[in-house]
Every structure is written in structure tokens, then in C-alpha cells.
């Protein structure tokens, strides 16, 4: 069975730290693997990788696949208060991990 | 227009009710999906449309369902829900091998 797995489901850091967020996956027939944020509503995209070894950077932000190990990680430096949200990963569109939820307090 | 739209934002139904969800884009996106997500939970897929053409159903009960009329609209029937069913129902579109943009959701209360 496919499945999508996030660690840690749970973060609580202060302003200013630096932030792991893992998402590591066991499916039949990888094509891509896609980063949202979730707040209040919708989510909302971050990143999608395809390529191992290659990282995608968006500010304080970047994301990286290794398809050997099957997993992805997204960093997020220097957090701010409003970097708060719900961090999900996707598998193809079609199958998202749990989520890791991440409070940055002041 | 970057933006997926979805109508109405809350519903209220009873369980013998037959209302629909909308969901509507104009990227040129030909795959669209309805995505259920309950308080606490990641979305959960339910359907997928390809080219107007139902690719992907997750088992979803038949009292739900889909509906493409073209390839901008969306739609999600529901009929004789149980209260269970109240979720946040997400729809998103994207163009087949690229990211996803989801709309605001419609957040149903089955009563």
C-alpha cells in the first residue's frame, strides 16, 4: 500500500531558529513529490521536485529529494511568527502525508 | 487569473438533500480534482478528471458524485449524505505534470 509519512508531526520553535521538516514515502510509481502550506484554508504551494540531489530555494526556504532513500526534507531558516502553519507533503497530487504542524513563537 | 474558485464557501444540508459543489478555473488546466479533508487531517482524494474524463475514483460512495462538464468547471453532486460527511471539500487544478492550485474549499455540515 502507497503511503506518505511526515516527521515530526508536531514543532514548536522560536522566532529565529532554524526548522527540519521530513517527509519520507513508499509508492508503486514515483513521479513527483510536492511541499504545501496550509494555514487557515487552502493549501497553498510550495515546492515540487522530480530530481534527486537538487534543491529548490524560495527565500528562507528550500526543499531537497533523495529518490535512493525516498524522502524529502524542507528547511525553513530564520522562522518568523507567520511561517505558523501546516506543513503537508504530497506524493504525485494523489497522496498527502499527515502533516507536521509548526508554531514559531516570538 | 491564477486563482480556482469554489461555490458556496458553506453549506448546510440535511441528509436528504441533493445539492452540488463548484468548483471553476481558467488556467488551461485539464487535470482537476475534489479532495476531501476532515478538522486535524491532510486532504484525502476522492476523484480525479483528466482531459474532462474521469481518471481517478478512491472508492467513493456513490452518494457523491462528479461531474465535468468542460474543461473549466467542476462539479461534486451529493445526495442522501450522512452526518459524517461534513468535511472542508477542496477542489484543485493543475496542468497534468505540475503543481497543483486548490481553491478556498466549501465547508459542508451534513444535519
Known amino acids: 500500500e502507497d503511503k506518505v509519512v511526515q516527521s515530526p508531526l508536531s514543532l514548536v520553535v522560536h522566532e529565529g531558529d532554524t526548522v527540519t521538516l521530513n517527509c519520507s514515502y513508499e509508492?508503486?510509481?514515483?513521479?513527483?513529490l510536492l511541499w504545501y502550506k496550509q494555514e487557515k484554508k487552502a493549501p497553498t504551494f510550495l515546492f515540487m521536485l522530480t530530481s534527486s540531489g537538487i534543491e529548490k530555494k524560495s527565500g528562507r526556504l528550500s526543499s531537497i529529494l533523495d529518490k535512493k532513500e525516498l524522502f524529502s526534507i524542507l528547511n525553513i531558516t530564520a522562522t518568523q511568527t507567520g511561517d505558523s502553519a501546516i506543513y503537508l507533503c504530497?506524493?504525485?497530487?494523489?497522496?498527502f502525508g499527515t502533516g507536521t504542524r509548526l508554531q514559531v513563537f516570538p | 487569473d491564477t486563482e480556482v474558485t469554489q461555490t458556496p464557501k458553506h453549506l448546510v444540508m440535511g441528509m436528504t438533500n441533493k445539492k452540488s459543489l463548484k468548483c471553476e478555473q481558467h488556467m488551461g488546466h485539464r487535470a482537476m480534482y475534489w479532495y476531501k479533508q476532515k478538522a486535524k487531517k491532510p486532504p484525502e482524494l476522492m476523484f480525479v478528471?483528466?482531459?474532462?474524463?474521469?481518471?481517478i475514483n478512491e472508492s467513493v460512495p456513490s452518494r457523491f458524485s462528479p461531474e465535468c462538464p468542460n474543461s473549466s468547471l467542476l462539479n461534486l453532486h451529493l445526495h442522501a449524505l450522512q452526518p459524517e460527511d461534513s468535511a472542508l471539500y477542496l477542489c484543485?487544478?493543475?496542468?497534468?505534470?505540475?503543481?497543483?492550485?486548490f481553491g478556498p474549499g466549501t465547508r459542508l455540515t451534513v444535519t
Open positions: 509508492v508503486t510509481n514515483f513521479r513527483s
Open positions: 504530497a506524493v504525485d497530487k494523489l497522496i
Open positions: 478528471y483528466s482531459y474532462e474524463k474521469l481518471s
Open positions: 484543485a487544478s493543475s496542468h497534468l505534470t505540475r503543481e497543483q492550485y
